[in-house]
């Protein structure tokens, strides 16, 4: 039996959102914030500072936040739209359900997605779309612990290929490791207590990365001349310009990284046998049981 058309714009579209999702998290994790006035001298993040963005588990949370909005997408459906209502089979076919059943896929889905995010930045976006795929290896090993259930021949073959394919991404990632990248970003300080000095002053660098790359001295007193000639003290104030270099952690540690992708692919194949293994009990619709992972994740 072949696909119809319907299956084939979901699969393409699974597809095409799934890169979607790589690329929009890649960038994420290369954006870069400047510190406000209102900032903590104390945690780095003084007015000027640049820093970037380093939070996988948000990026983990606004998933589960938009899964939640699947929640509301059925009520929408369902309440004001009237489709996908349950019948009497429906019902009886569900009677028994509780939406607790839906905690543990969650929790699953929710470790599986933190690690994903924390092993893309040690590593790269590439590798991470590609060792994703481990899924289907974590998945056909538990399905025959769990649900007894043996891959077919044609299902083996491509389990095989998909070990080769992350051997060869692994091994890629630990021979031709890219060098630690600095990203350096002038930052002018404005004089003041912290950042004013006389001209035979140690400008205070605080940070090991960060170098004067230029400075101005200007002339703050007045000056005279004594009757033997001799000037008196002038005293200068130096304005800095800073250049401060951090050390990116995108593709810091590739192989790490590459791990802890893989060990969040077997919480994500915990979820698929789980939900496997109790929801084919039930007739449930899919917008539904996405809603209800959201929000307890």
């Known amino acids: 039996m072949g696909w119809s058309a ?3 714009i979901i699969v393409i579209g699974m597809v095409a959102t799934g890169t979607l999702n ?6 994420q994790q290369r954006a870069e914030g400047e510190g406000r006035a209102w900032a903590s001298e104390e945690t780095g993040y003084r007015k000027g500072r640049v820093k970037a963005f380093d939070h996988p588990y948000l990026q983990a949370m606004g998933m589960m936040l ?5 929640m509301a997408a059925f009520l929408i ?4 739209f009237k489709k996908g209502l349950q019948d009497e089979k429906t019902i009886e076919a569900n009677r ?3 939406p607790l059943i839906l905690y543990p896929p969650a929790l699953f889905d929710l470790l599986g997605t933190s690690m994903n995010y924390v092993g893309m930045i040690l590593s790269y976006p590439s590798s991470f779309q590609m060792l994703r795929g481990s899924v289907i290896v974590f998945t056909a090993g538990l399905s025959i612990v769990f649900l007894k259930r043996w891959p077919k021949p044609y299902q083996w073959f491509g389990i095989a290929v998909i070990i080769g394919g992350l051997c060869i991404v692994g091994a890629g990632d630990m021979i031709y490791q890219e060098e630690i990248q600095y990203h350096c970003l002038n930052t002018a300080i ?19 990365t960060t170098v004067v790359s230029e400075a101005t001295t200007v002339v703050t007193g007045a000056s005279s ?7 008196a003290a ?3 104030t130096t304005k800095a310009e800073l250049k401060e270099c951090y050390e990116t952690k995108i593709g810091s540690d590739p192989l790490t990284g590459d791990i802890i992708i893989v060990i969040g692919e077997v919480f994500h194949a915990l979820q698929f046998i789980y939900e496997e293994y109790y929801l084919s009990k039930f007739d449930l619709p899919p917008l539904k049981v996405v809603g209800y992972e959201g929000i307890f994740g």
């Not at 790589?22 to 960038?27: M, V």
């Open 77 to 80: 459906m369902t309440r004001i």
């Open 22 to 27: 790589t690329i929009s998290a890649g960038f």
């Open 234 to 236: 002038i005293e200068t």
């Open 96 to 98: 028994g359900f509780s």
């Open 6 to 8: 319907f299956q084939i």
């Open 225 to 231: 001349v004594v009757s033997e000639g001799a000037w």
């Open 190 to 208: 404005t004089p003041g207590p912290n950042y004013t000095f006389t001209s035979a002053s140690t400008f205070p660098v605080t940070d090991p």
């Open 66 to 70: 938009g899964e939640c909005l699947c």
